[in-house]
């Protein structure tokens, strides 16, 4: 792919680079997206229906269950090209923040340090009562598994829709937005908040935006670059543009 020059410029000389990724950069090492179609079992359902508070009250099961094959299918997966460039970017750039709504923890896994995980992470598990967490727990066949302090349902340490983001991740994430010289949008559809906001705060206070996507998104108009295809495929492309 051909970048134009002006952008390898700004990316050798950048100081401080915010990332936010979504889904998408997870979609090439086998994960579905968000908003993908599900599978099997699952395809009568639509993710936004399984991931709430009302789904978890109206039917605990079904959501834990839900979780529990999403789970196993992340720790079958490995990081991708997309991811191992990005640990790259961070190794070059003084200041370098990578923010994800991604709940797999493949960032970490393939090496970025300053990661924070907006979503949760999907691996965790703790109570949906007094928020202990826990690494084990008992039979899973018939019903929820219940913690072990306190008797409360256990659930996965996600943000849900209609639920609260960490409090300390989103305040490190605005202020990582608002310091970015240069700011990428990576895999993600944008259409949920307030992680998709954090794009168009970052134009509005005079970064340059750049947008790696699939297709194009609602902020695509927005950006000063964006580029088309799949992340694990531009992303080293333009680590070995930008740093050779
Ligand atoms: P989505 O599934 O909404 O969007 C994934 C985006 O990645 C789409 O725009 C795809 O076109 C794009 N994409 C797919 N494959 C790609 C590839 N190989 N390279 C680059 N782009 C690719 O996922 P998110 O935007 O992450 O939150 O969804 C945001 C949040 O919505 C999720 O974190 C989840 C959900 O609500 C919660 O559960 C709280």
Known sequence: MDFPSELIQFLKKAERVSVLTGAG??????????????????????????????AFARDPKLVWDWYAWRREAV????????HYALVEMENRIPTFTLITQNVDGLHRFAG??????????????????????????????????????????????????????????LEAAVSATREAQIFFSI?????????AALAHAARNKGSIVIEINAEPTPLTPKTDFAFHGRSG?????????VWG
């Open 233 to 241: 495929e531009i992303l080293p492309e333009l680590v070995k543009a």
């Open 75 to 82: 720790k079958g997966v490995r990081p991708n090209a997309g």
């Open 112 to 169: 970025s340090r300053n990661v924070l995980e907006l979503h949760g992470n999907i691996l965790r598990v703790r109570c949906a009562d007094c928020g202990t967490f826990t690494e084990v727990w008992g039979d899973d066949s018939e019903s929820v598994p219940r913690c072990e302090t306190c008797g409360g349902m256990l659930r996965p340490d996600v943000v849900w829709f209609g639920e609260a983001l960490p409090r300390a991740e």
């Open 25 to 54: 950069v997870s979609q090439e090492s086998g994960l579905r997206t968000f908003r993908d179609a599900q599978a099997g079992l699952w395809a009568q359902y639509r993710p936004e229906d399984l991931a709430s508070p009302e």
């Open 187 to 195: 895999g993600t559809s944008g259409v949920v908040q307030p992680a």
